[in-house]
């Protein structure tokens, strides 16, 4: 399980090892600025993974992802430099790794059903290893009907005892990695 300890990816993987499902999280840190890998790690194995893996790709984001990006002038629209779209196949490709280490027949993830981040996560693992099966719990019938908002989350959290940061959720959402930030919601799309 691509895992970030945030209230989704902590959600699916207490809901996979649920459907008897043997959990490895993995993390990759891609430069998030003051992440603490070490609780999301103890956060991992305390809500049920057998293990979590944490990966510096620091290194290789720069080296094989941001600079080739720059040579070729990556950049949508003249403005958004593509750091989340260029870090989700470096994440892949060690979560892959990890996948064939471990003999995993599954990879999964927390991308939304509606984004592209699905698309980049599960191609990417397609190219690489096509016998890895994607799961998708976004996409998945009876976990949408499970979850159908922020407040059912929050209430598997309770019911399983999974520790959630109790801050009022914000209208946006931020990916951050070395080669940028970016903040997404329907207010600033809009813009």
């Known amino acids: 399980l691509a895992y970030s300890g945030g209230l989704d990816t902590s959600v699916i993987l207490k809901w996979l090892c649920e459907k008897g499902y043997d959990v490895i999280c993995f993390c990759a840190n891609v430069g998030q600025h003051e992440e603490d890998f070490s609780a ?3 956060k991992a194995v305390s809500c ?16 094989e992802y941001v600079f080739e990006t720059i040579k ?27 996948a ?5 027949g599954f990879i999964a993830h927390g991308a939304t ?11 990417c693992s397609m190219a690489l290893n096509p016998t890895v099966v994607p799961i998708a719990p976004w996409r998945d019938a009876e ?3 499970s979850f159908k908002g922020r407040k059912d989350l929050l209430a598997y ?10 801050k009022p959720k914000a209208n946006y959402s931020v990916d951050e990695n070395l080669y940028h930030t970016s903040y997404e919601s329907g207010s600033l799309e809009d813009a």
């Open 40 to 42: 999301i790690k103890a």
């Open 48 to 63: 049920g993974a057998s293990k979590c893996v944490v990966t510096d790709l620091r290194k290789e984001f720069v080296e």
């Open 72 to 98: 070729c002038n990556g950049i949508y629209e003249s403005r958004y430099l593509l750091g989340t779209s260029i870090a989700r196949p470096c994440i892949t490709k060690e979560m892959i790794r990890i």
């Open 100 to 104: 064939n280490e471990e003999n995993a």
């Open 113 to 123: 059903g509606k984004g592209n981040d699905q698309v980049r996560f599960e191609m």
């Open 143 to 145: 976990f949408i009907e």
């Open 157 to 166: 959290c309770t019911k399983h005892s999974i520790p959630v940061d109790a």
